[in-house]
C-alpha cells in the first residue's frame, strides 16, 4: 500500500539551528512527493515538492531531495527562524490512487529565539 | 493564482442540527475536491473525493449519510453534516486539484464545534 512516515515531534530548536525531519515512503506506483506546512488556525500551504528520482524541492530555504534508492524525502533547512514554527506535512500522491494525498503524521516544529 | 476558500471559517451548532461548508476554487476549475478532517494535533484523515456531478466518493468507515458532499460545479462543493454530535467537532479541510498542475491546493480550514 501507500504510506509515509515521518519523524515524531516535537522538535524543539533554537533559531538559526539546522533542521532536518526525516521522511520516508512506501508507494505501490511512482509517487510524487510533497511537504506542506501548516500554521496555527490555518489550512495546509505546499511548501515544496518532488515529482522524480533525485529531484530537489526547494522554497523559503528548506529543501528536500526524493531518494528512491531509501525511499526518503528529508527536510532540511540550514537556519531556522522563529516564524518557521508549524506543523510540517510529508505526503505522497500516486497517480493511480485518483491523485489522492497520503499524509505522514505531522511534525510540530517550534523554534525558540 | 490557486486560491481555495471555505466559508464559514468557524461554526458553532447545537447537537442534532445540521451545518454545511463551502469549499470554493476562486481562480481556477478544479476538477476533484476533497475533504479532510483533521483532529487535534493529528493529521488529516481523507473523508471523500468528490467529482462534479458525480457522486462522492467516501473513505471506509466514513458514513456518507452523515456527512453530505455535493460538488454542484467546477468551483463549488459543499460538506454538510447532518445530525450533529459532539464527537462531529473537528477542523474540515478541503482541497482542489486541478489537472493543470496536478495539484492539490487547500482551504484554511472550518472549526466546527458541536455543544
Known amino acids: 500500500g501507500n504510506s509515509v512516515t515521518q519523524m515524531e515531534g516535537p522538535v524543539t530548536l533554537s533559531e538559526e539551528a539546522f533542521l532536518t525531519i526525516n521522511c520516508t515512503y512506501t508507494a505501490t506506483g511512482y509517487p510524487s512527493l510533497f511537504w506542506y506546512v501548516q500554521y496555527p488556525g490555518e489550512g495546509l500551504q505546499l511548501l515544496l515538492k518532488a515529482t522524480k528520482a533525485d529531484d530537489k524541492g526547494s522554497n523559503k530555504g528548506f529543501e528536500a531531495t526524493y531518494r528512491k534508492e531509501t525511499t526518503s524525502f528529508h527536510l532540511e533547512k540550514g537556519s531556522v527562524q522563529v516564524s518557521d514554527s508549524a506543523v510540517y506535512f510529508c505526503a505522497l500522491s500516486v497517480p493511480d490512487y485518483g491523485n489522492k494525498l497520503v499524509f505522514g503524521a505531522g511534525t510540530i516544529l517550534r523554534v525558540k529565539s | 493564482g490557486a486560491v481555495v476558500s471555505q466559508h464559514p471559517s468557524r461554526v458553532i451548532c447545537k447537537s442534532g442540527t445540521s451545518v454545511k461548508i463551502e469549499c470554493r476554487s476562486l481562480?481556477?476549475?478544479?476538477?476533484?475536491m476533497f475533504w479532510y478532517r483533521q483532529f487535534p494535533k493529528k493529521s488529516l484523515m481523507l473523508m471523500a473525493t468528490?467529482?462534479?456531478?458525480?457522486?462522492?466518493?467516501?473513505e471506509q468507515g466514513v458514513e456518507k449519510d452523515k456527512f453530505l458532499i455535493n460538488h454542484a460545479s467546477l468551483t463549488l462543493s459543499t460538506l454538510t453534516v447532518t445530525s450533529a454530535h459532539p464527537e462531529d467537532s473537528s477542523f474540515y479541510i478541503c482541497?482542489?486539484?486541478?489537472?493543470?498542475?496536478?495539484?492539490?491546493?487547500f482551504g484554511p480550514g472550518t472549526r466546527l464545534t458541536v455543544t
Open positions: 481562480d481556477f476549475q478544479a476538477t476533484t
Open positions: 482541497s482542489a486539484w486541478t489537472s493543470g498542475t496536478y495539484e492539490q491546493y
Open positions: 468528490s467529482n462534479e456531478g458525480s457522486k462522492a466518493t467516501y
